[in-house]
């Protein structure tokens, strides 16, 4: 072995999603025995999630592991890291990543690096929405809302408030895509199958809205199957509010721009997307090109026709990061799946020609069929210019998507998935394996109560942003409290009843603080400790001895509250 | 209709456990259609989980959703609530409880009253452990430990220290019964299946340590016995660590009482359980009399040979929390599965003989066999009499379980999970479903380091308890700070690394505050942004602008901290 050991060629591959994995696949295949170039791929996430059936794992028709492949499996060739993307070096091409404790950043050298990123959820221009919607985006999203929904049949069953209950049975969507019609079809099968388990629920209570700006759902259907999927909907109890576009959200409602208020207890937001900061952040730095659609600059590369970034040599872009030219010559490809699929494999050769040398050759494909679901074994489909509706155009779903799923184990775990909901009854399991979060905010419009006089309390309120209204007795004196001043300050000194009815005046945010978090935070920071002493005797002087000793009496910490005393 | 309606009399079973849902079961089909005993069962989660199998959940052999039924589909003709029990008021015979989001207490009325209620996990004793241990006692707690178990194999694969590879890949379980020896079955079957996706991890490199109290492990089970399980998990590669005791747990190691340490990322304690605080509350307050175990009382009802408890009619207990006499004359019945179904079955019968006044007749049952699971298609099990190990007992084994396993959809979906096993590999996808958690408390040992000179920090720290010391350089000035006092402030502030090592001189538990939400709090609390800037003022003089200004400078609230930009 006198040979000189050269260095591989480097090829590192930005996430985890369609984009990536494909790209990655594609560069195996091709690449085969070879040893002069190596490919790494970069993901948040150890898995790949297949997303179009992320609504029907929401609505338990697949368990939530079917839907989702280990990236190492799917790649097992490729070098893997878990990691998050701190920023790239585009002077000594490295990426640098923190993973693990992210104690220190890493470099990870490149010599082509190709951005397959999404984009990523964004709600903040709608106030309360990042804080009480559910997205539905990634598997965290579906599992946490067939558990949410699922709690809410719980409580539901077990209401005597007659409003409350209606809001705990009224299931909100906005969105009118794919992602919220799937998703708004998905839950009302899910709801209305596990009612037969739920006795004290009448079907009659239960109510399904689909919140969409535009005129029509799914846009970017033919509109003869844009209005099949909204009649097959409304036949089964789907509410369309149309026209209309989501302004906030609070724990008890959601609002729309036209002043409407929806009460309910589950709101799937599947709108308001940002561009992800990696690309942002290239495009700010790295000397790239940033694409244009409709003549506007969009949060994207724009690449040639082989992939590569414009006047970028050595970076690349697949799927909805890249501004690719459409083979129609119109405009740019669609950020879909399936074409991400079909970019990922012309990237891939792509890369490869340009490591050798030869040729490159540019992307060319046009669109097989579009499809929707809308559960209840029924769909909506365009397919090589053929519309389908009902129970053929969901059989076609089923197919396409079941010959879509990389990988075999997953393919026939769904198909199993799929054949025993037929025959057997949705699962209402509620798994509860999420850790109690701890400080939340919560948002409130105007007018909305935030604690109730003689409710229990276990909760601490610090304004953040906005006014509130502190009344007893239904009227008599009444207080504003506005940004950095405490409400409910009682509730953690002892298992008490509100003794005042709080209502927002204006949007208010307020950090919500548990009763075991305030104890370790007070006991402990002598300042805090003071400050609420001072607190409590102005405001209750009855209630407690006089000076900072007083929170000595406080019950000791995580504290044996009703709520901690629990069957097993 | 003429006919008085009569109130149907109430059976209240407290519990979802093996000794709740089959009591319910029992008494609905003793029941038939009588209308005029109504049935509801109270417990905090709305499914059973099959817990002898969830160890194998923790392995990914079997899906999370297949070893739990929903309890409303196991008992479809009783009444059933999600709530918490708060109190019992034995004078009006009601159970309090809090459901949804606890605004009021709910009174459920009971004529008789039925404890079903298991021990629940208390690690109090064992400084940190509560904080870094992972426990085995429910559906979350074997989801958490797989997922758990990946990301160290994700880690270890990128991981350059090899220290820090060690401990992420050495795998402690504490507490030699069934549980905790099946579990480190399971997990070294999970593990030895997972590394070939693992390239840079040589499987030399991964351990498993079994730690227990006595001299030998599965001391419930026949002595050649537990000495064959013993050889087939040292076979494995599993070291036993016997005749230890667990002291303490930080986030890097757990502590023996020997004075022993072993670095690990990974510790799974299944010692350590409490008395059900309900049961605590109603030996105390309820007029019954406390069950004895070998002359010392225990935390359980003393009940007579029909299930009832002792002196007190209308109360019965099942279980757990029943002290049963032993149809063998000698001591009580064992807390377990087995015994807990045969006891629920006679409880139901006599609960319906007081109904009806009829004779009730006593429990009588000897237990058929006892088994336990080392993974890799080998158990050790005694049945009838007979003593198996190897294949043999884990056939056995699964067919008893899967006979065992309510319902026809999870023993069918149990089944086909254990024939795709044998064919397919375990699945390794880590699932992030848990949101992350903010405010936690952390336990270190003396002379383990809290925070790294030179390490990228994005927390800051308040000591509760014990001390550390702060040392630059590896020398010259050191400062000692105690409990109340704050450290990583820096942090905070900037992305920056830390200027010091702090490592703790006793014992020490430390509040972790993340940078965002150390930014809500004290961006709105002015106590707390004047005490900081103070801080920050005294420390670094040449970092900060004076006065409590200073913290106008930070960054916005959550922040576009490095760990937030992630590749979709």
């Known amino acids: 072995m006198n040979d000189v050991v050269q260095k591989p060629i480097r090829i590192v591959i930005l996430g985890g999603g369609f984009a990536g994995v494909y790209t990655a696949r594609y560069l195996t295949r091709l690449l085969g025995r070879r040893r002069d170039v190596e490919v790494e791929l970069l993901s948040e996430e150890n898995y790949f999630v297949f997303q179009p059936l992320l609504p029907e794992v929401a609505a338990g028709g697949i368990a939530a592991t079917h839907v989702v492949n280990p990236i190492r499996e799917l790649v097992p060739k490729v070098r893997f890291r878990c990691c998050s993307v701190a920023a ?50 990634d598997l965290a999203d579906a599992f946490r809302l067939r558990n949410h929904v699922l709690r809410c049949l719980e409580l539901a069953d077990i209401e005597p408030d007659l409003e409350a209950k209606r809001a705990l049975l009224h299931f909100v969507v906005a969105g009118g895509g794919f992602s919220g019609v799937e998703t ?79 009460a309910t207890r589950t709101f799937v937001c599947t709108v308001g997307t940002a561009p992800n900061p990696i690309v942002e952040g290239a495009l700010a730095q790295g000397g790239f090109i940033q694409a244009q659609h409709n ?163 276990r909760e601490l309120y610090l304004i953040l942003k906005g006014e509130v209204e502190v009344s007893a007795n239904g009227g008599g004196k009444r207080v504003r409290l506005g940004a950095r001043e405490v409400f409910g300050e009682r509730a953690v000194l002892e298992d008490t009843r509100r003794n005042a009815t709080v209502c927002a005046t204006q949007a208010a945010d307020v950090l919500v603080l548990s009763r075991s978090d305030f104890h370790a935070m007070v006991k402990n920071l002598p300042v805090l400790s003071d400050y609420f002493a001072e607190l409590l005797r102005a405001r209750h002087p009855d209630a407690m001895p006089a000076g900072p000793a007083a ?13 901690e005393l629990r069957p097993s």
């Open 551 to 563: 929170l000595d009496h406080l019950p000791p910490t995580p504290g044996m509250a009703p709520a």
């Open 184 to 262: 708004i079809g998905e839950l009302a099968e899910l709801v209305t199958r596990s009612l037969a388990y739920f006795p004290r629920i009448d079907p009659k209570e239960v109510r399904f809205s689909l919140v969409h700006a535009q005129a029509r759902i799914l846009p970017e259907m033919p509109e003869s199957l844009s209005l099949a999927a909204r009649q097959i909907l409304e036949r089964r109890g789907v509410d369309m509010v149309l026209g209309a576009r989501v302004r906030a959200a609070s724990p008890s409602a959601m609002y729309l721009h036209d002043g409407r208020a929806l």
């Open 88 to 137: 790239i070096d585009f002077e000594r091409r490295q990426v640098m990543v923190s993973q693990g404790a992210g104690l220190e950043l890493v470099p990870v050298a490149y010599d082509h690096l190709v951005f397959c990123l999404g984009k990523v959820t964004h709600f903040a221009s709608m106030p309360g929405v990042a804080e009480h919607a559910l997205a539905m985006k």
């Open 295 to 457: 003549g506007r600059a969009i949060s994207a590369f724009a690449t040639e026709r082989t992939l590569e970034c414009a006047g970028r040599p050595g970076y690349w872009a697949v799927g909805d990061c890249a501004g690719i030219p459409s083979p129609t010559g119109q405009g740019l490809c669609p950020p879909t799946a399936q074409f991400a699929i079909r970019e990922a494999k012309t990237c891939a050769r792509n890369l490869i020609a340009a490591i050798d040398g030869t040729p490159k050759s540019p992307f060319a494909f046009r669109a097989l069929g579009i499809l929707a679901s809308l559960g209840q074994r029924s769909a909506v489909a365009e397919m090589f210019g053929i519309r389908l509706t009902g129970f053929l155009a969901w059989f076609a779903w089923r197919t396409v998507y079941l010959a879509k799923l990389p990988g075999w184990v997953r393919r026939l775990r769904v198909a199993l998935d799929w054949t025993l909901d037929l025959f057997f009854p949705r699962d209402i399991t509620q798994l509860q394996v999420f850790q109690h979060q701890h400080l939340h905010v919560h948002h409130y419009e105007p007018g909305e109560a935030i604690v109730q006089q003689g409710q229990l309390g």
